[in-house]
Structures are given as structure tokens and as C-alpha cells.
């Protein structure tokens, strides 16, 4: 791990020290660390006993033992994986977690599945992944492929700049400029508008479009505030986030169309966790330490 010598550093490592979900330099970008989870402050979920419910894909997952969850590993402090322990930290896997222990697995009998944004429908569908728990988007384009149960968090598209940068304070500033987005993510939809003006690139990851931006290649990204917010709060030096939020994006679990008891008790799951408190604490713990405010969880969608 890359840290530069300064007493803001020595206070990072020490707080990495304490520790064990801190991220590796791999899977993000530059110097940051991949967001530092407040371990001792997360919520423990109790997991239920003999769940009953009539839905397929929970059945397969009680038959194999293990829940299969689609997650995000390059988002500090939402969905991140450390590449040296392997482990996935942050809010959205805390969602995860706290829904699997409702239904019956323990945090050990969860498998999360890094899914990039552009291959979550299809790893849904094709029963890849039994939930995706990451900054993923209810709209009306997914609801034909899948279902989802929320939204648990609203984000809303912003921009992410060198900290040196002036000129680009919104969307209707990027004219002209190089703005990298995701493959199969609405921020990259909405960018993609004539309106913007904006040249702009396409690539898979997260931390790839961040690399870009700290090289010097392109001179924003675009997506989410809450995981460019992560992304700022893991390399302050260098990076800031500007805009206000342009888009809205509910973010909810997606699952295979049609399991509407798995579906009710997904939802069922978030509403006990938010009303129980650990919600908030695991979002305290979580990306409310990245910067992005505290909301009251949304009502949810009804189906
Ligand atoms: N929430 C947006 C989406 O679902 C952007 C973040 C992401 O790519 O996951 O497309």
C-alpha cells in the first residue's frame, strides 16, 4: 500500500491498522484505500431459523447452503473488496448481510460475486447470482428483466475532478471535456445527452475511469455522488467531487422476475433492519464515513 509519509497518512495507517476490513490498492485507484468500515461499530444481524418461504431461488440457496450475492468490488465504502483478504466491505454489503440473516444464512454462508454494472441484469437472469446488492438502479428498462425490492438509499449522478480543477462544476460544464463513465450504468445514459457536449469514454470499472482521471487521461468521472464521494474521501489530496446531484437514482436489490414471495420477504427484511436500527448503524459505519449525509431510509416501492 502506497501512502504518502504525512501525519494525515500515519493517522490513516493507524486507523487501517484497527481495522480488518481495510481495502488493498488493488480494485481502486491511486492512493486510496478502498473506505475504512468502522468494524467494532457494525450492527450483527441475527439470522432466522427454519425460513420458510415459497419461493425457488431461496430453496436452491437453503439446498446448497450458501446465498449468492452480486456485489460491487470497487466502491469504497458502498461495495469494496480488500485483494489481500478477499473480504467485501461496506453499506451495500451490510444491506446484504443484513437481509441474508433474515433469510436463514449467516455471513459465512454468503458468497458475493464481484458483478460489474453492465453484467447485473444478465447474472440475475441467468440465476449467476441469487440477489445484487450494489448502487444498483430501479427504472422502468430493468424492471423488464428483473425485480427488485426498494429502494433502500436515493444517490444522484455527480462529477469527480482533479482537486486543481476549475472549470467543471456541473454536467452543463463538461462540453468539450473528457468524462469517463460505466459500461450499462444510467449515469453514463444521462452523460451520454448531445445537451452535455461531453467527450465521452466507456469502460467497465469504476476504478479504471479513476485511474484515468488521476493520470490525466480524462478530466472527470461521472456516477453516483455516494461512491465518487468514496472515491474523494480515500485520496482528498488529489480528488474532489462538484456538481449537484443531476439524476436520481433508487437504489434497490435486484432478483429474478417473478419470485414475488422472495421479493416480499426481501423487502420485508429491509423494513424490519430500518425500523430495528441497523440501518443506520451500518450506515454510519459504513459510507456515512465517506462524507455522503445520513438519510432517512425511502418508503418502498410497492410491487
Ligand atoms: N446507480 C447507477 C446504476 O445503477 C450507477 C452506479 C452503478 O453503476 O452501479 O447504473
Known amino acids: 500500500m502506497k501512502l504518502q509519509k504525512t501525519a494525515a497518512s500515519a493517522a ?20 486510496e484505500q478502498g473506505g475504512k468500515t468502522d468494524e467494532k461499530a457494525l450492527p450483527t444481524y441475527k439470522v432466522a431459523k427454519d425460513v420458510k418461504v415459497d419461493s425457488s431461488v431461496l430453496k436452491a440457496a437453503q439446498k446448497r447452503g450458501k446465498i449468492v450475492i452480486g456485489a460491487k468490488a470497487d466502491q469504497p465504502y458502498l ?23 433474515d433469510l436463514g444464512f449467516s455471513e459465512k454462508q454468503i458468497k458475493f460475486e464481484t458483478v460489474d454494472s453492465g453484467a447485473r441484469e444478465q447474472a440475475v437472469r441467468k440465476g449467476d447470482v441469487d440477489l445484487m446488492i450494489g448502487t444498483y438502479t430501479i427504472n422502468p428498462e430493468r424492471k423488464k428483466q428483473v425485480d427488485f425490492a426498494g429502494p433502500y438509499y436515493h444517490a444522484g449522478a455527480a462529477l469527480l475532478v482533479r482537486k486543481d480543477e476549475k472549470k467543471i462544476t456541473g454536467p452543463e460544464t463538461v462540453k468539450g471535456k473528457k468524462v469517463c463513465s460505466i459500461v450499462g450504468s444510467t449515469p453514463l445514459q444521462e452523460i451520454k445527452k448531445p445537451k452535455y457536449g461531453g467527450k465521452v469514454t466507456e469502460l467497465a470499472k469504476y476504478s479504471d475511469c479513476v485511474k484515468q482521471l488521476v493520470d490525466g487521461q480524462v478530466d472527470a468521472v461521472t456516477t453516483d455522488d455516494a461512491i465518487l464521494k468514496g472515491y474523494a474521501a480515500d485520496n482528498p489530496k488529489k480528488l474532489k467531487v462538484v456538481g449537484k446531484p443531476f439524476t436520481d437514482e433508487p437504489y434497490g436489490v435486484g432478483m429474478k422476475k417473478g419470485d414475488n414471495a422472495l421479493q416480499k420477504a426481501v423487502a420485508d427484511a429491509l423494513v424490519a ?25 425511502p418508503a418502498l416501492e410497492e410491487k
Open 12 to 31: 490513516v495507517i493507524l486507523a487501517l491498522a484497527a481495522t480488518a476490513a481495510c481495502g488493498g490498492k488493488e480494485g481502486s485507484a491511486g492512493d
Open 79 to 101: 461495495g469494496f473488496q480488500d485483494q489481500s483478504t478477499k473480504k467485501y466491505s461496506g453499506f451495500d454489503i451490510e444491506i446484504a448481510k443484513m437481509i441474508a440473516a
Open 273 to 297: 433492519h430500518q425500523e430495528n436500527g441497523d440501518y443506520k448503524k451500518a450506515y454510519d459505519a459504513t459510507l456515512g464515513k465517506s462524507g455522503s449525509k445520513f438519510q432517512e431510509p
